[in-house]
């Protein structure tokens, strides 16, 4: 149960904070957000605020999403549909109830015949269902459409749409949800940086915290020891101590420590320590810290930074030698929520980094469906002067997802395969 729930924190939190992103820069460009949910699935509650976008939370805890005008939004209305309208004292439509599970007070019942949301704003149809009592109706600018299950939402005219926006602001909005993904991922690194008391001073040789069954506390060293040489050669920084141990695995190496302005020699064998393809070399010790604030502030971001460097790395390498076991879907991240769980709230932060990283970089890709192929999308009609067709549009986004599913759905099985089989 503390797995499931760790899993659901940590992926909701990710994708709730990268629809967030497309939320707040899409009103900023003046697009109608109908809809901002957090979970999927069967609607437990809703809220419709002044600015027209309700905001309901679903009842599977997965993640969220963001519905703007005319942002692959599905068709509300068909022909021959049983509808309910109320009007307002200038006759025109102020709500549209297609839910049985909503009734409104002195509404018109009328079997819709013809119908324009977006343009003319009207709405055609039988009255009482009686073919020979045809009536139209204006519908009001900010008229509500009632969804089956009950979801009230505004409709979407072409002046509040997605492409009623300009490109420079349609652009914005496609990139701002992997831009909160790696604004997240700054700011938990900054947070487990100052939860962990500092940084590693890569400047220093100082010792922090030995392990008390490693190799240095069995030689005697201590924390705030000052290793200065190897085997009579200087070493000056961190990764210039740390290389040199790795590289002589279950090797004797004389060190010349500094100890309250005293120097002496020591013997210590590093333990031989599997890591990738080859043994390194382990004396069980960590840098010192640095405790300022700003050496913290800048910890966390360069944490950042190297985490993105690695997975901007692995992708690389994911398109020159693809392998299914280098990718990881709701299975994998389902087995590390178990690990991070156990391992506490530090590990659980981190995960939740890695996760939120790695979603940024991903939607990025050009791929029809991504946030990077809409982007690829606007590049071209930047370049056109003009956008592509709605049904080309359409059609590649299409054919983008069901590739994306195939995907999910080969890395999903073969997650099962690797984990429980």
Do not use: C
């Amino acid at each position: 149960m503390k797995t499931l729930i760790t899993f659901l924190i940590v992926f909701s939190v990710v994708v709730v904070i990268h629809e967030f992103g497309h939320f707040y820069f899409a009103k900023k460009s003046g697009i109608l957000v109908r809809e901002f949910s957090i979970g999927m699935g069967p609607k437990l509650f809703s809220h419709q605020a002044k600015d027209g976008t309700t905001y309901t939370i679903r009842a599977i805890p997965m993640g969220g999403y963001v519905r703007m005008a005319g942002y692959e939004d599905e068709e509300e209305l068909k022909a021959g549909m049983p509808v309910s309208l109320e009007v307002n004292e200038n006759n025109e439509v102020i709500k549209i109830n297609t839910s049985s599970k909503v009734q409104l007070e002195n509404a018109i019942p009328l079997e819709v015949t013809r119908y324009d949301l977006t343009e003319a704003l009207e709405i055609t149809g039988f009255v009482n269902g009686n073919e020979d009592n045809v009536a139209s109706y204006s519908v009001n600018h900010e008229a509500m459409i009632i969804e089956e299950d009950g979801t009230q939402l505004r409709i979407a005219p072409s002046d509040v749409q997605f492409q009623s926006a300009k490109l420079w602001q349609r652009m914005l909005t496609n990139f701002a949800g992997p831009m909160n993904n790696f604004l997240l991922t700054i700011v938990l690194f900054i947070a487990i940086v100052f939860l962990q008391g500092g940084v590693p001073n890569e400047d220093s040789t100082v010792l922090g915290e030995v392990d008390p069954n490693g190799a240095a506390a069995t030689a005697g060293l201590k924390s705030g020891d000052e290793i200065v040489a190897i085997d009579q050669e200087e070493v000056s920084s961190w990764p210039e101590l740390q290389q040199r141990v790795q590289q002589q695995p279950d090797e004797e190496l004389s060190l010349e420590v500094n100890r309250d302005d005293q120097t002496f020699s020591v013997d210590a064998t590093p333990e031989s320590v599997e890591s990738g393809n080859q043994d390194i070399g382990q004396l069980g010790v960590q840098a010192s810290l640095k405790t300022g604030f700003w050496d913290k502030v800048v910890g966390g971001v360069k944490e950042s930074w190297d985490m993105l460097v690695q997975i901007l790395a692995a992708l690389k390498n994911l398109v020159t030698n693809f392998s299914l076991d280098q990718l990881g879907g709701p299975v994998a991240i389902f087995q590390m929520s178990d690990q991070a769980a156990q391992q506490g709230a530090m590990t659980v932060l981190l995960l939740t980094a890695m996760i939120s990283v790695n979603l940024g970089i991903v939607n990025l890709l050009p791929i029809p469906g991504l946030d990077g192929g809409k982007l690829l999308l606007n590049i071209v009609e930047a370049i056109r002067g003009k956008p592509i067709s709605e049904e080309k549009e359409g059609m590649i986004t299409l054919i983008g997802f069901g590739l994306l599913m195939l995907l999910m759905v080969l890395v999903t099985w073969n997650d099962i395969q690797r984990f429980f089989f």
